[in-house]
C-alpha cells in the first residue's frame, strides 16, 4: 500500500501550484513555528497546518504525521522532564537514575517538553503535507541549477529506493511461494539477491544517463516553465505569514518564558497573531474554492 | 479487562514503585534554617553585579534554580552549565577564554549547578572571568566565614585547624577571628593529623613554605589558583609578586606585606593561607581576616599602602 505521504498527484488547487511557491507557502509556517515558544501561537501554527493539509488534500497524511508526533512528543516530554533541571514548581524531587544521578521533575519542565513536542509536531506535519503534495521531481529541477550533481542524486534515489523496496518484496514473496517443503529462505540470502540486482541495475541507469549525455553537463533548458496563475497566491501567503510571524516576534509580541516559572505572554496583539496564522494559512485557497464553486455554478446554469 | 490495558497498568504500577523505592519525594520538599545568599559579579569579583537573599530554602532549592529566580539565564548541557547570566555570555574574544563559574561556600564547584543543593546560610558566588591561565581556582576568600562556619555547623562537622608556622600571638588572633564569627577552631603546631580538616596556615612564608600545598603557591596559578607569589631577593628576604589576570606580575611588595589566599588539594577541603614576607606582613594578614576585605575576592594582599584584590587589576 501507498505510504501517506508519498506524493501523488492532488486534484484541487494546490496541485496545480509549482514547486516553489508550494515551498515558500508551507516553509513559512515551519519557520514561524521556529521563531515562537509561546503556546497561543504554535496552537494557532498546528491550527493552520491542519488547515492549510486539509485544503491540500493531504488529510491522511497529516494523520500519519500526527500519529508519529504524538509518539515523539511522549519521548520529548519525557527526556525534557529528566534533562531539564529548571523550573520551581517542583513535582518530583530527589529521583534516583541509574548513571543520571539524581533529579528532579518540574512542571515548567514538562510544560517546555509539551511545546517542544508540539513545535515539531507541526514541522512534521507541514513535511508531511509538503511530501505529499509537491512533485518531488519539481523540488528537483529547482535544485539542478544550485548542485546539479546532488540533485541528480536525489533524483536517482528517489526512483531506486522504492524500486528497491518493491523488489524486496517480490524476492520475499517468490521464497514464501517455493511451498512448505523448501528450505527457508534467510533474510542475509535475500540481502545478497537484493545488493546483486541494485548494482545490476545501477550500471544500466549510469550506461543510460551516459547515452543520453549527462556526463557532458546539465541538460539545456527547453524553455521557461509558465508559472501556475496560483503560484504568486501562495508565494504571496507565504511572504506574508514570514513577515508578519518576524515582525511581530522583532515587536517583542508572544513572549513566553518557560523558566523559572510559565510566563505567558496573552495580551491582544499575541491574540491577533494566533488568529492571524490560520487566516493567512487558508487565504489562498479562499479564492479558489470561490471560483471553483462559480465555475461550477455558471456550469449548471449553462446545463 | 483487556491485556493492553493490564500492560499499561502494570507499567504505571512499575513506575510508583520505582518512584516511591528510589527515595524521591512529592513537591518542594521542606525549608531549612537560614537565608541563603547570592552575590554575581564578573571580572575575579571587581565588579558586583547582583546580590539576593533566599529565605529558608527548600529541598528541592538547587543553585540554578536560585540564580534562575533572580537573573535572566541560558544554560548548556540540560542546565548544569551556565552560558549567559543578563546578557553577559561565556566567549573566545581576542585569544583569550571568559565563563561563569560558581563558588558553593569558597569552594569552586566541580559538579553543575543544578546538581548542587542550597541551603539555609549557604553561600553562592557566581563570578565571569577570564580563564585562559588558570581554569581552576579551587577555592577563594570571598566567601568569608565560609567555609568554615557551614562545615563546623553540619551534623557531620568537619575540623577547623590554625596551623602555626612561627609566633603562636598571630594565630591566637586567627582563632578569636574564627571565633567572633561562630567558628570553633583550634591552634596547632603543623603536623598531619590525616582525615579531613579545614586548615589555615599561619606564619612567614619562609616557614610556611614548607608545607607541601603551600609551596605549590611558587608554580604558578596554573597550578596553585592563586594569582600571586613570593620570590627570594637577592641578598636574603622575601617579596610578595602580586600577578594580574594574564599571571604575569603587576606589582612586587617588599617588608610588611601579607597575604591571605585560599587552595586546595584535589578534593580535600580548603587550606587558607595567612602568610606574609615577614612578621610584621603576616600580622597585616591577620587583620584581613575581616568581611569588609576579603568579600568578593579571590585573594587579598595586605601592605603598607592598604590591601590589594587579587588578580591585581583584572577589571576588563
Known amino acids: 500500500m501507498r505510504s501517506a505521504i508519498a506524493y501523488s498527484p492532488k486534484p484541487g488547487a494546490f496541485g496545480r501550484v509549482g514547486a516553489l511557491a508550494a515551498s515558500v507557502y508551507l516553509g513559512s509556517l515551519a519557520v514561524a513555528a521556529f521563531v515562537y515558544s509561546n503556546p497561543l501561537v504554535l496552537a494557532a501554527l498546528a491550527a493552520a497546518t491542519v488547515v492549510a493539509g486539509l485544503l491540500c488534500g493531504a488529510g491522511r497524511a497529516l494523520k500519519t504525521s500526527a500519529r508519529w508526533a504524538a ?78 550533481h546532488s540533485a541528480m542524486t536525489a533524483s536517482l534515489v528517489t526512483r531506486l529506493v522504492p524500486l528497491a523496496a518493491a523488489d524486496h518484496a517480490r524476492l520475499r514473496e517468490a521464497a514464501a511461494l517455493r511451498g512448505p517443503g523448501a528450505a527457508a529462505v534467510g533474510r542475509a540470502a535475500i540481502v545478497r539477491r537484493l545488493v546483486a540486482g541494485s ?105 | 479487562m483487556s491485556r493492553r490495558r493490564i500492560r499499561g497498568l502494570a507499567a504505571a504500577g512499575a513506575f510508583a514503585l520505582a518512584v516511591v523505592t528510589s527515595g524521591c519525594g512529592l513537591g518542594e520538599g521542606e525549608s531549612s534554617q537560614g537565608a ?44 548544569g552549565f551556565v552560558q549567559s547570566i543578563d546578557g553577559i555570555e561565556g566567549e573566545i574574544d581576542a585569544g583569550r577564554s571568559f565563563d561563569w563559574f560558581f563558588f558553593f561556600n569558597g569552594i569552586e564547584s566541580s559538579t553543575g549547578a543544578a546538581e548542587v543543593e542550597v541551603r539555609g546560610g549557604d553561600r553562592v558566588w557566581w563570578d565571569y572571568r577570564d580563564w585562559t591561565d588558570a581554569l581552576r581556582t579551587p577555592a577563594v576568600v570571598g566567601s568569608w566565614p565560609e567555609p568554615f562556619l557551614q562545615a563546623s555547623t553540619e551534623s557531620d562537622p568537619i575540623e577547623v585547624r590554625v596551623e602555626c608556622f612561627g609566633r603562636r600571638d598571630p594565630c591566637e588572633r586567627v582563632r578569636d577571628r574564627l571565633a567572633d564569627e561562630a567558628v570553633k577552631a583550634s591552634v596547632e603546631t603543623p603536623h598531619d593529623a590525616g582525615g579531613r580538616s579545614l586548615r589555615l596556615l599561619v606564619g612567614p612564608w619562609a ?77 597585616e594578614a591577620v587583620a584581613m581576616l575581616d568581611a569588609d576585605y576579603l568579600s568578593d575576592r579571590y585573594a587579598v594582599a595586605a601592605h603598607a599602602g592598604g590591601e590589594t584584590a587579587v588578580p591585581v587589576g583584572a577589571l576588563r
Open chain 1, 71 to 148: 509518539i515523539l512528543g511522549v519521548f520529548i516530554v519525557a527526556v525534557n522532564a529528566i534533562a531539564s533541571q529548571r523550573g520551581d514548581t517542583v513535582l518530583v524531587r530527589g529521583w534516583e537514575l541509574p548513571v543520571l544521578g539524581q533529579l528532579d521533575v518540574s512542571g515548567e519542565a514538562l510544560i517546555e517538553g509539551g511545546l517542544l513536542a508540539l513545535r515539531i509536531g507541526v514541522v512534521l506535519g507541514i513535511f508531511a503535507i509538503h511530501s505529499a503534495c509537491v512533485d518531488p521531481d519539481r523540488i528537483m529541477r529547482l535544485l539542478r541549477p544550485l548542485a546539479r
Open chain 1, 199 to 303: 548494482l545490476d541495475r545501477a550500471v544500466d541507469v549510469a550506461a543510460a544517463l551516459e547515452l543520453r549525455g549527462y556526463a557532458h553537463g546539465a541538460p539545456r533548458r527547453s524553455g521557461s516553465q509558465r508559472r501556475s496563475r496560483h503560484d504568486w497566491r501562495f508565494a504571496a501567503a507565504g511572504i506574508a505569514i514570514v513577515v508578519v510571524a518576524a515582525s511581530a516576534r522583532i515587536a517583542g509580541v508572544g513572549d513566553f518564558n518557560a523558566y523559572p516559572t510559565t510566563e505567558l505572554d496573552a495580551r491582544m496583539p499575541t491574540l491577533a497573531l494566533a488568529l492571524a496564522l490560520p487566516v493567512l494559512a487558508a487565504l489562498p485557497f479562499a479564492g479558489l474554492e470561490r471560483a471553483k464553486s462559480s465555475s461550477r455554478a455558471s456550469r449548471e446554469r449553462r446545463g
Open chain 2, 36 to 79: 541563603a545568599t547570592l552575590t554575581i559579579t564578573r571580572d575575579y569579583g571587581a565588579q558586583r553585579l547582583a546580590e539576593a537573599t533566599e529565605a529558608e530554602p527548600t529541598d528541592s532549592d538547587t543553585v540554578i534554580r536560585m540564580l534562575d529566580r533572580e537573573v535572566e539565564i541560558e544554560t548548556r548541557y540540560s542546565g
Open chain 2, 207 to 283: 616557614q610556611l613554605r614548607s608545607d607541601p600545598l603551600a609551596g605549590s603557591l611558587d608554580q604558578g596559578p596554573e597550578v596553585s589558583g592563586v594569582f600571586a607569589r613570593f620570590a627570594q631577593r637577592q641578598g636574603g628576604g622575601w617579596s610578595l609578586e602580586l600577578l594580574d589576570e594574564h599571571a604575569s606580575v603587576a606589582r612586587q611588595h617588599l617588608g610588611g606585606a601579607g597575604l591571605v589566599a585560599a587552595m586546595r588539594d584535589g578534593e580535600q577541603p580548603p587550606t587558607w593561607l595567612v602568610t606574609g614576607v615577614d612578621a610584621a606582613g603576616v600580622d
